[in-house]
């Protein structure tokens, strides 16, 4: 049967508090927030390495695809508040929609609209009452699978294996490092303390990775042993 990269991703989101673009793109633009997601599962399949078999059961997958196409409303007939367009792809499995403009100040705002996708034709409908001209994006996602079937603890340990990897992002980040404008009026926490305390956070991340894997290891040997291997 396999396993989805989504049903991993979104219980990796377990562990994740409080991001708030991550937990907006969740909502509203699934496509987006499982591209997203995507980087981090690339990066934690090769975590999973203990008990050694795992890389070889984790090393076949179809990779998830991202497109993002853009369609401009037409004039409709008075009454009709549904207009299709043909994305040209075939087989997806999330799609999400929205109108995208820019603001008084110029910045672009994205306000999700109502889709619906048929897979088979590739056809997208939009509803709703939008003025003719309006540029909508649509965001479209086909999901990745492992070959394998994972059991529900090689799930759970993949899983934190991804949140892992989303506690490593800023690594090279070079604002976080970069001194801050201070004064009397506004302050920040010293760049110091707040790689410490990031660092800090990583290495317990990671050696509670460490931790399920090693369990999980002595769990198999055991069996393994006990069922009567060599």
Known sequence: MGTSWEELEIRATTFIKNDLSLDWDKANRLPVFFNRMKAYMIEAIPKFNRPPEMLDKLATYTEPQFDSVNYTTVELPEGQTEQDFDTEITGANFVSAGIVAEDQFGDV???????FYDAETSIVTIEGDIPAGTN???????????????????????????????????????????????????????????????????????????????????????????????
């Open 136 to 230: 909508i994006e649509v965001d479209i996602y086909t999901s990745g699978e492992f070959e394998a079937t994972l059991n529900d603890t090689e799930k759970g340990i993949l899983a934190f294996a991804i949140y892992n990897r989303y506690e490593h992002r800023f690594d090279n980040d070079v604002l976080e490092r970069q001194a801050k404008i201070r004064n009397s009026a506004f302050t920040t926490i010293s760049e110091a303390s707040q790689t410490q305390a990031g660092t800090a956070r990583q290495r317990e991340v990671d050696s509670q990775l460490y931790g399920m894997m090693r369990a999980y290891q002595d769990n198999v040997e055991y069996l393994r042993l006990k069922n009567g291997g060599l």
């Open 109 to 115: 705002q994205y306000t999700p609209v109502t889709a």
